[in-house]
């Protein structure tokens, strides 16, 4: 079965710093991958998602992520932080064949600081 | 344009009551779910199904039971509600299994 491990629970910048958030995954079949984003009181909306076209994917608000293979990683950047970034990131895992039920990861919790 | 909207928004149950938690979509999406957050656990899927008619369970299905009797709508059930089901209940839809899902706002539980 798929599953999603987000390092840091929380995570803190300094506005106009880089955004690094980590997220590793297990499948035994090709995933499809995924970044989402909730705002407080809100549901969760799509940040970007890899579907094995390019490695690099380029999601809304200047969010990109990056799958490697290799390191069983998609780890989420942003080069300049905004106060707006502040929110919760999830991590979620499809699999390409099966079920394609979507599991995520526990989420990680972005401060901007001033 | 409704998209994913769950009933009720808030509620709280005492031990042992029981409840429905409405879905429902308007995009005719094939796939539709029920996760829990929890502090600190992130989303925990409880049930899904793939079409109409379809349901199967997740990783955390104890004390629940659904129903999609209608594609537009999935049901989640609280037979006899326990204080560890004190969560927030997020309902979500997918054209498929691969695409992205849509989410609703929230169901804020509390039983005591």
């Known amino acids: 079965a798929q599953s999603v491990t987000q390092l840091g629970s929380h995570v803190s910048v300094s506005e106009g710093a880089l955004v690094l958030l980590r997220c590793n995954y297990s499948s035994s079949v090709p995933p499809y991958l995924f970044w989402y984003v909730q705002y407080p009181n809100q549901g969760l909306q799509l940040l970007l998602k890899y579907t094995s076209a390019a490695t690099l994917v380029k999601g809304i608000n200047g969010f990109e992520a990056e799958f490697k293979k290799s390191e069983t990683s998609f780890h989420l950047t942003k080069p300049s932080a905004h106060m707006s970034d502040a929110a919760e990131y999830f991590c979620a895992v499809s699999e390409i064949q099966g079920a394609q039920k979507l599991v995520f990861g526990q989420g990680t919790r972005l401060t901007i600081n001033p | 344009n409704a998209g994913v909207t769950q009933t009720p928004k808030f509620r709280v149950l005492k031990t042992g009551q029981s409840m429905t938690l409405l879905c429902a979509q308007d995009m005719n999406h094939e796939y539709m779910y029920w996760y829990r957050q929890d502090p600190g656990m992130g989303l925990r899927l409880i049930h899904y199904s793939v079409g109409e008619g379809t349901t199967a369970k997740g990783e955390v299905p104890d004390g629940y039971n659904v129903s999609r009797l209608k594609k537009q709508n999935f049901l989640l059930g609280l037979e006899s509600a326990a204080p560890s089901q004190t969560s927030v209940y997020f309902c979500?839809?997918?054209?498929?299994?691969?695409?992205?899902?849509?989410f609703g706002q929230g169901t804020r539980l509390t039983v005591v």
């Open positions: 979500a839809s997918s054209l498929a299994g691969l695409t992205e899902a849509f």
